[in-house]
């Protein structure tokens, strides 16, 4: 089970206590967000996309989508979300739980600047029932991330 494969992961940061599983499911930003009582641009979403055939993650907030233009001019490619049949065997967690923790080999992850303006957020921790608070430090830290991106905008953008 991904939560499993997460708490061990999150273990050697001594943070597993602080993993939150819900009797609800936290699988949707908005789903997420009231779980957790707090406001919907605070959940950590991760999305998963295909680049040039390398799994990448790209961690934003909630309350922003992919820019298709400043994605292609990051990646120099168009922006493919992972097949949802094929993101659990590519990532190591399935839609609804994937986070930037304990993911397969090979994975690349990417933290948006979308972030940037909260203390603390919460990202999925491998099940579409859990979450973690953490600071920005410790998202980077714990994710193992590549780099701060810029590839998103609020959803009322036009």
């Known amino acids: 089970m991904s939560i499993e494969r997460v708490k061990k992961y999150l273990a050697r940061f001594n943070a ?6 819900f009797p609800v499911s936290s699988a949707t930003v908005e789903l997420a967000a009231k779980a957790l009582g707090c406001e919907p641009c605070r959940i950590a979403k991760t999305l998963s ?3 040039k055939g390398t799994p990448t993650l790209i961690v934003c907030a ?7 233009r400043k994605f ?17 065997e590519l990532t190591g967690h399935a839609v609804g739980g994937v986070c930037p923790f304990a993911v397969n080999d090979g994975v690349k992850i ?7 303006r909260f203390a603390t957020v919460f990202p999925a921790c491998g099940s579409s029932n ?29």
């Not at 909630?62 to 298709?68: E, F, I, T, Y």
């Not at 990417?110 to 940037?116: I, T, V």
């Open 130 to 158: 859990s979450a973690i608070e953490v600071t920005l430090p410790e998202l980077e830290k714990f994710s193992g991330c590549t780099d701060w991106i810029d590839v998103t905008k609020p959803y009322d953008a036009v």
């Open 49 to 51: 996309f295909d680049v």
């Open 72 to 88: 292609k001019d990051f990646f120099r490619t168009k922006a493919a979300m992972l097949p949802r049949e094929a993101t659990a």
């Open 110 to 116: 990417f933290l948006d600047e979308s972030l940037k």
């Open 16 to 21: 597993d206590g602080r993993i939150k599983e």
């Open 62 to 68: 909630g309350d922003v989508k992919v820019d298709n």
